[in-house]
């Protein structure tokens, strides 16, 4: 089953490219939103009350900052 992950991330964060790196790795397919260039991804960000990346959506569910075993649970 195909999960739908989306990424919020910005160019400058250490932990948006780990992120991206584990799900590379995994061969998990996933749409970027880079906040730093994204002036509407950021304010989609702020929407949702957060104000730092990575923020990662896997269907429903959010995950805030880079946490490999939460994000692994949920790609299962």
Do not use: W
């Not at 959010?62 to 949920?74: A, C, H, P, R, Y």
């Amino acid at each position: 089953m195909n999960k739908n992950v989306l990424v919020y991330s910005s160019d400058s964060c250490i932990y948006c490219k780990e992120a991206k790196e584990y799900l590379n790795s995994k061969g998990v397919d996933f749409e970027e939103k880079n906040v730093s260039k994204d002036m509407t991804a950021r304010k989609e960000l702020m929407k949702m009350g957060f104000m730092s990346v990575p923020i990662i959506k896997v269907d429903d569910e959010v995950i805030q900052g880079f946490n490999k075993e939460k994000l692994e649970d949920l790609l299962k």
